[in-house]
């Protein structure tokens, strides 16, 4: 009943608080908000707070809001084509969660005209009505912060000037891997970089960097607005709102990293193919588990590739070594098999793995290196597969 409430009341904010004219003593700042624990929030977060103490407002716009009971989520969520929107909620409310989930939130109090102010109120709040709310979200194109950006853009114009150089010369996914090794997530940044294809490399240029809430923190800091005739700083004041939480936050390192997964397991690969050689063993269940679980992983990169509408997932050269029919062709792995077929194509497969790896350097896309040990692993046990099929052919 409570949860109602809350609806109707800010139903009838976006209805009559069109009309509602801030005071002198209103401010418009950008709010900055630590990341969390939570995968969708290893990136940190974005939001504009408009706070009027005369006219007892204090409201907090988010973008990038998603309703979880939405028919559908996960298959939306999944092919990029879950309906995002824009969301309102009191200041307190929302203090209180960020602070209740250790996330620290800086804020930048705006030097905006009142004019300006009064714009960008009214531009939130006709966002926020129901036809306006919902829009595609990109996640590095349209977000929480990229969002945020355009709007002040929209509302200054041409009196606001972001330093053109700021930022400038790293690509989106060197971007996502600094977040998430600064912030101890490297199996996000693991899943991300298989994930992503070449458009991620792109460079993203000033204003493009500005999709990471840090980076739009750290633009906000050096732009300069036009006021009266003289260029000023954009901040005219910032601080942090929950400092106290400094005191309990923890970074806890990840207690297996691929790393130290994959590294191992190469190692222990190679014991096995060892063993078997030695022992004249051609028993291929290892690799019927790792190439079908390999050629899944593939078909998943084909999946974003073609079936997603998430703008960054095409072009994946991760697919080389992640080849989509290694399932169902691992399937056909038998002790007795003779098929001339199977070890003609693992011996192709194992040599483009060898190329992969000379060649890794020089990709118009950044691999991520934990994969190095499994490329070394998948092409051991090619050769292995075709070695001993091989010497089956000749025994028939």
Not at 53 to 72: C, H, K
Not at 199 to 206: I, V
Not at 356 to 374: D, G
Request: with cysteine; aromatic share 16%.
């Amino acid at each position: 009943m409570k949860r109602y409430a809350l609806l109707i009341l800010f139903a009838l904010i976006s209805v009559f608080s069109s009309a509602q004219t801030l005071s002198p003593y209103a401010n418009v700042s950008l709010l900055t908000i630590a990341p969390g624990d939570a995968l969708y929030s290893t990136f940190g977060h974005s939001a504009i707070r408009i706070n009027d103490p005369m006219m007892g407002l204090d409201i907090v716009y988010n973008y990038g809001a998603f309703e979880s009971y939405t028919e559908g989520f996960y298959l939306k969520f999944l092919r990029g084509t879950l309906p995002y929107k824009i969301s309102a909620d009191y200041f307190d409310n929302e203090i209180y969660g960020w602070s209740y989930e250790k996330r620290l939130v800086g804020e930048q109090i705006l030097n905006l005209s009142q004019k300006q102010k009064q714009a960008l109120y009214a531009f939130l709040i006709k966002n926020h009505l129901p036809e306006n709310r919902y829009y595609a979200y990109k996640f590095f194109y349209d977000n929480c912060s990229s969002r945020l950006r355009d709007v002040v853009k929209t509302i200054a114009g041409d009196s606001l000037v972001f330093p053109a150089k700021l930022h400038a010369d790293s690509s989106y996914r060197q971007w996502i891997d600094v977040y998430a090794r600064k912030n101890n997530k490297l199996w996000a940044d693991f899943g991300m970089d298989l994930a992503i294809g070449q458009p991620s490399d792109l460079k993203t240029g000033a204003s493009g960097a500005m999709f990471l809430p840090d980076n739009l923190r750290d633009a906000f800091d050096n732009a300069k607005i036009k006021r009266n005739g003289v260029w000023q700083p954009l901040v005219s004041q910032k601080r942090d709102l929950n400092p106290e939480v400094l005191n309990d936050v923890i970074k806890e390192k990840e207690p297996i990293t691929p790393n130290m997964l994959f590294w191992p397991l190469l190692v222990l690969t190679g014991a096995l193919t060892y063993f078997q050689l030695k022992r004249n063993n051609t028993n291929f269940v290892f690799d019927k588990i790792l190439f079908s679980i390999t050629g899944i992983v593939g078909w998943v990169i084909v999946l974003l590739w073609f079936f997603t509408n998430h703008g960054v997932t095409e072009y994946n050269l991760n697919i080389i070594w992640a080849y989509p029919l290694l399932f169902p062709i691992a399937l056909f792995l038998k002790k007795d098999t003779t098929r001339h077929w199977l070890a003609k194509h693992f011996l192709a497969y194992g040599i483009i793995q060898l190329l992969l790896l000379v060649s890794w350097a020089f990709l118009p896309q950044e691999i991520n290196y934990s994969l190095i040990p499994v490329v070394l692993m998948l092409a051991m046990r090619a050769f292995f597969v075709w070695w001993r099929l091989r010497m089956k052919l000749r025994s028939f």
